[in-house]
């Protein structure tokens, strides 16, 4: 099943581009330049990781378990990287919250949208994420209790955010990124959660597909896996 994640993901090119191709047309929309597609930066990571073993669900564990752990993980390695370009993404610097070709809103409990400024919406989108993972009701850390219902949709909505947080520091702070050095581990980092939400449905594929071509680009220049027994034998 692991490989089928990198299968959706290249799956998503075409669709991609025809939703990009609508959106543009529709709204006249010009992409700034990509910096983060040249091959001198897709290449850069930090370390030869096998990533596909990383996502793979392991033997015997429960995958709500294995959901749960990974969110927690992948939380604090985003917060890790928005708090170091943290001082240049500023209510002034970053007054929309952009991300890919969009300008996401913030929607609070009462489903109401709102415009807010990039560091604002990454405040709340902490705060939510925190308020999730530390839910005890909703993600239970004693063995004899069981995931809700409400679980899974609470984690899809914990890897929305973070993939928008992921997005906006591609978009708007990349070069930041580079001068202090962090693309390498971006670039392991964004590759690792885009496999993951492919494998386990966590992103809505609309979504995933506003940055296929960085995802296409990082899994071409990849090594290729060399756990290949390892895979087959968690699936």
């Given at each position: 099943m692991v490989f089928q994640a990198v299968g959706k993901l290249l799956g998503y090119k075409n669709r991609g581009k025809s939703i990009n191709k609508e959106k543009k047309e529709k709204k006249g929309?010009?992409?700034s330049?990509?910096?983060?597609?040249?091959?001198?930066?897709?290449?850069a990571r930090i370390m030869d990781a096998d990533i596909l073993m990383l996502v793979a669900l392991p033997k015997g564990l429960n995958v709500d378990e294995w959901l749960a752990s990974n969110a927690s993980?992948?939380?604090?390695?985003?917060?890790?990287?928005?708090?170091?370009?943290s001082e240049f993404c500023t209510i002034s610097s970053c007054p929309t919250m952009k991300a890919w070709s969009i300008q996401y809103q913030w929607t609070d409990e009462r489903g109401r949208k709102r415009k807010c400024s990039a560091p604002q919406y990454a405040d709340y989108a902490a705060s939510i994420i925190?308020?999730?993972?530390t839910d005890e009701d909703l993600v239970p850390t004693k063995h004899c209790k069981e995931f809700p219902k409400g679980f899974r949709p609470a984690i899809q909505k914990t890897f929305r955010f973070l993939f928008h947080l992921l997005g906006h520091i591609y978009t708007c702070h990349y070069k930041t990124?580079?001068?202090?050095?962090l693309h390498p581990h971006m670039n392991t980092l964004y590759l690792h959660l885009l496999l993951f939400c492919a494998e386990f449905d966590l992103l809505d594929s609309k979504e995933m597909a506003l940055s296929e071509d960085l995802t296409t680009a990082l899994i071409r220049s990849s090594p290729a896996p060399?756990?290949?027994?390892?895979h087959q034998r968690n699936t």
């Open positions: 929309v010009i992409e330049e990509k910096v983060y597609l040249e091959p001198r930066y897709t290449a993980a992948f939380y604090n390695h985003v917060s890790l990287l928005y708090g170091s370009i925190q308020k999730i993972l990124a580079v001068m202090l050095e060399k756990t290949l027994g390892n």
